[in-house]
C-alpha cells in the first residue's frame, strides 16, 4: 500500500548515519510478525539494514519520543515522520518539549496504516503470513491454503480512515511527493452523539468507559501528555487514582484527560489506536476540536509552530459566554 | 465422559444457572469479548481469548479489604466481605485455568490470602479446548496441552455436540446435575478432535519457542545484560501488559479516607507504573529500564527460582496483542536467550 518504499527510507537513514550527520534514527523495527512493529532507535546502520522496517503497520507515531531521546543524545537524531505525526512534532515545538536543532526530521508520504484487529476479523486468526499488495493484503493462515485477500481501506486504522491530512507541517527533508489538507468526515461520529438525547448520551460514554481497566495507554502515548509527573500518578495531588474503584471515577479521568489536552490535541488518535478494551477516546477530542472551531473559528493544533490556541489566547472578539450557548443553541 | 446437543447448550446453561450463578465469554459491543453473567439472551462467544482474562473472578482489579470506624476513642475493624455465592466460570482456555495454578502458589501460600482463598473455594471452572488457536499463542512451551484444557471439567466442542468429562470431585457433582441433559459417551469423537488441535499447534508461528535458557538460577546471567536497555527503549510505561496478563499478582494496599472512617482496598499495581514498590524510603526502581527488567525477570526467572521451576507466563498471547509499542515477552526471551528474532 505504502508508495515509498522501504530501502528509500533505510538509504537515507543509513547515509546520514554512516557519514555522521545525525547520531541515531528513531523509526520503526521488525518484530516477529509482519504487523508487531516496535518503536526503535538505530545506533548503526548495520542494526537499520537488519531491523528497519516502513510497511502498512507503522501507525505509531513517533514524535512524543523525541521528548525522552533527544535528551540522550549529543548530536542530531533522525526521525521519520507521517504526516499526521508532524502536526505532533510541531505542536510538541509549540510546547518547548524539545530542541529542535537536535532533530532532523524526514517526512514519509503515508497511504494509511493496517489495524491488525481488524486484519485479523476479515481474514481470520493463525496468520503465516501478509503480502502488501496494490490494493491492500494478501495474508495466509494455518488454516487456510489460499491467502486471502483483503482490501487496505477495509482494515485502516480509525485515524487513518478519517484521515485529516496529508500534507507534512514540518519537516527538514521529504521522500516523495506532498499531499494535501483532507476534507475528512472526522466529526461525523461527533455529530452522531451531539444529536442524542443528555441520557442517550450518557449511556452511550457509560459503556463506553466502563470497559475501561486504567492502563493508562492512552495517556503514556499522547503527545499532548507530556507532563514530568501527571496528577494522576502523584501520591500527593490527591487525585492519585491506580484502579477505577468506581465507574465514576473512571469517568473522571478520561474527561479531565481530554479537557487537559483540548486546543492541544492534534487529533493524531493514538489514544484510540492503543486502547486494549476499542474505547473510542479520540471522540472526546474530537467534540473539543468541534466546538473550538465552531466558537472561535477553524484552528488545527500542530498546523504551525508557535501558533497560539483559541483556548489560551484571549482576543477582543472572542465570544462571550452567552454567545457561546446562544452559538450553541443554533 | 458426557455429550450434549450445541442445539441444547440454552437449556444446559439453565441448568447450571440454577444452582450457581454461571459466567462466560460474551461479546464486549466492542469487538472483543468479556465474562459475563450468563442470563436468558447472552449467548456464549467461542473466542480464543477474553480480552481481560479470568484472573479477575478470583483476584479483582480493586476491592476493599476492610473498614475502620471511629466511634469515640475507639476504632472498630470491620470485615465487610460480602461474597458467598457459588459460581461456574464456563470456557476458560488451557492457559488460562494454567494461570489459575500460578496465582494459587502466591495467594494459597502461607499466609494464605483468604480473599482470594474464599472465592477459589466457591468456583466451579469448566475450561474449553481450542480449537483455531492464533498465531499470538504460544502456550506448548510452557507444557500447556490445548487439546486437554484443566479445570473441574474440560469441555470440547464439535460441530454439533459439546463432551465434557469431569476432572475433579466438584466437577463430578456439577455434572451429576447435568445428568438428564447429557448422556454417556466414549471419547471416539474427542481423540481425532484433539489430535487435530495437536497438529495446528505444531504450525503455530511462535511453535518451538525455547525456556531452556530461563529458569533458576538464572539471575545473574540475565540481570546485567545491556539488552535491557535496548528492549525496554519504546516501552510508554503504561499497565496494559500486566492488567491483561491472567498471572500478573501484584497489587497496591491504600487508605481511602471515608470523612467518618477508612475503607482499606485493595488494586492491581503495575512494575511498569512509576510509583511500583514506592516505599517510605523512595523507591528501588526508578528507571523505566529496571521495571521493564522486573516484569520479565519475575515471570522467567524469580518465580519459577521459587516454585519449583514453574514460569509464570503461561503463552496466552494477550501481551503479544495489546500491547501498545508490540514490545512483549516472546521479544525478550528470544533476544535474551540469543535466538535470532
Known sequence: ?330 | MRKCSLSKLTDLFQKINESASLYLPATDNAGGAVYTKWADGVEYLDVLNTVRSPKDFFFPQSENLMEFKLKGKNIEILDIREESEDFVIFGVRACDVKSFEVLDRVFLSEPVDSYYQNRRAHAVIISMACMRPADTCFCTAFGIDAAEPAGDVSAWKTECDLYLKANTEKGAQLLAKLSNLTEECDDSEVSPLQEKIRNIMKKLPLEGISLENFGKGKTKEYFDSPLWTELSEACLGCGTCTFVCPTCQCYDIKDFDTGSGVIRYRCWDSCMYSDFTKMAHGNSRNTQVERFRQRFMHKLVYYPENNDGLFSCVGCGRCLSKCPISMNIVKVMKALGGEKK
Request: aromatic share 10%; charged share 30%; proline share 3%.
Open chain 1, 1 to 330: 500500500m505504502q508508495k515509498v518504499n522501504r530501502d528509500v527510507l533505510l538509504e537515507k537513514a543509513a547515509a546520514m548515519l554512516d557519514a555522521g550527520e545525525v547520531q541515531a534514527v528513531l523509526g520503526w523495527g521488525a518484530g516477529e510478525f509482519a504487523y508487531d512493529v516496535t518503536p526503535r532507535v538505530f545506533e548503526t546502520s548495520d542494526e537499520l539494514r537488519a531491523d528497519f522496517v516502513w510497511n502498512d503497520f507503522c501507525g505509531a507515531n513517533l514524535s512524543k519520543y523525541l521528548v525522552s531521546k533527544t535528551k540522550k543524545l549529543e548530536g542530531k537524531l533522525l526521525v521519520f515522520l507521517k504526516p499526521c505525526d508532524t502536526y505532533s512534532f510541531n505542536q510538541l515545538l509549540t510546547e518547548h518539549r524539545f530542541e529542535r536543532e537536535k532533530v532532523y526530521a524526514v517526512a514519509v508520504p503515508c497511504e494509511g496504516m493496517a489495524d491488525v484487529q481488524k486484519l485479523k476479523a476479515l481474514a481470520g486468526d493463525g496468520i503465516s503470513s501478509i503480502e502488501s499488495t496494490d490494493s491492500g493484503f494478501s495474508v495466509t493462515t494455518i488454516y487456510d491454503d489460499a491467502p486471502v485477500e483483503v482490501k487496505g481501506a477495509d482494515v485502516l486504522l480509525e485515524k487513518c480512515a478519517n484521515c485529516k491530512s496529508r500534507k507534512h507541517v514540518a519537516y527538514d527533508e521529504l521522500l516523495g511527493d506532498e499531499g494535501e489538507v483532507l476534507d475528512s468526515n472526522r466529526f461525523d461520529e461527533v455529530e452522531r452523539i451531539e444529536a442524542m438525547t443528555s441520557e442517550e448520551r450518557f449511556a452511550f460514554w457509560q459503556g463506553e468507559l466502563s470497559r475501561c481497566i486504567r492502563c493508562n495507554a492512552c495517556r503514556d502515548v499522547c503527545p499532548a501528555c507530556t507532563c514530568e509527573k501527571c496528577v494522576f500518578d502523584n501520591p500527593n495531588s490527591g487525585a492519585e487514582n491506580k484502579a477505577p474503584t468506581t465507574s465514576f471515577e473512571e469517568q473522571m479521568f478520561h474527561v479531565i484527560r481530554a479537557f487537559h489536552v483540548a486546543g492541544r490535541c492534534t487529533d493524531c488518535g493514538e489514544c484510540s489506536r492503543v486502547c486494549p478494551q476499542n474505547i473510542p477516546l479520540h471522540l472526546l477530542n474530537r467534540k473539543f476540536i468541534k466546538d473550538i472551531n465552531t466558537f472561535y473559528g477553524e484552528y488545527q493544533a500542530g498546523a504551525e509552530e508557535g501558533s497560539r490556541a483559541p483556548l489560551v489566547d484571549y482576543t477582543l472578539e472572542d465570544l462571550e459566554a452567552e454567545d457561546v450557548f446562544k452559538k450553541e443553541a443554533e
